[in-house]
T-cell receptor, first 120, second 108 residues
Framework: GAVVSQHPSWVICKSGTSVKIECRSL??????MFWYRQFPKQSLMLMAT?????????EQGVEKDKFLINHASLTLSTLTVTSAHPEDSSFYIC????????????????FGSGTRLTVV | DAKTTQPTSMDCAEGRAANLPCNHS???????VYWYRQIHSQGPQYIIH???NNETNEMASLIITEDRKSSTLILPHATLRDTAVYYC?????????FGGGTRLMVKP
């Protein structure tokens, strides 16, 4: 099945530095990718939607200048957390959509394994 | 996206069927019902999705009421590895918006 590879799985960085998280679709082309953030004991919160070759669409309250998303190819999307601060510490997860086969239709959504970011 | 309502938590005995309910009374005609689960500190895992008819795959069965206002995910023989948060999501297919989900605890 469709697999999304996300790395790093965890990262610790100093406050004020930037961190890049990569999300790759393996064996399929992902025209649309999604980025989520999840705080402890909370649900996933959609941050932004990125379409290959165009600017990402950010959800309300998400700073686009702080969370830079690049989706330059059909198999790679990156999220860069710029000038990270301790409050940015969270679990970041990417997802790619792929049209489901068969008579049922709809889309399948495959998720990466997530990146645990800790800012110290 | 239509909102969903799920119980916050449920327990199930190992080997028994786990029945997870979901209410989606405002679902639109073009919206699918998706079920995902998330095991601690991992990305969500697809379980099943449906539109009108009941669906079954190797993981679970999805029962959708005739009026489509609610559904039930059935894990036929729950194992300890099925302990996770289960999310019911309705969407026309453009994105997934997660609610609180149901924390299923499978006990020996």
């Amino acid at each position: 099945g469709a697999v999304v590879s996300q790395h790093p799985s965890w990262v610790i960085c100093k406050s004020g530095t930037s961190v890049k998280i990569e999300c790759r679709s393996l064996d399929f082309q992902a025209t649309t990718m999604f980025w989520y953030r999840q705080f402890p004991k909370q649900s996933l919160m959609l941050m932004a939607t990125s379409n290959e070759g165009s600017k990402a669409t950010y959800e309300q309250g998400v700073e686009k200048d702080k969370f830079l998303i690049n989706h330059a190819s059909l198999t790679l999307s990156t999220l860069t957390v710029t000038s990270a601060h301790p409050e940015d510490s969270s679990f970041y997860i990417c997802s790619a959509s792929i049209r489901a086969g068969g008579a049922l239709g709809g889309y399948g959504y495959t998720f990466g394994s997530g990146t645990r970011l800790t800012v110290v | 996206d239509a909102k969903t309502t799920q119980p916050t938590s449920m327990d199930c005995a190992e080997g028994r069927a786990a029945n997870l309910p979901c209410n989606h009374s405002t679902i639109s005609g073009n919206e699918y019902v998706y079920w995902y689960r998330q095991i601690h500190s991992q990305g969500p895992q697809y379980i099943i999705h449906g539109l009108k008819n009941n669906e079954t795959n190797e993981m679970a069965s999805l029962i959708i009421t005739e009026d489509r206002k609610s559904s039930t995910l059935i894990l036929p023989h729950a194992t300890l590895r099925d302990t996770a948060v289960y999310y019911c999501i309705v969407t026309p297919g453009n994105m997934l918006t997660f609610g609180g989900g149901t924390r299923l605890m499978v006990k020996p």
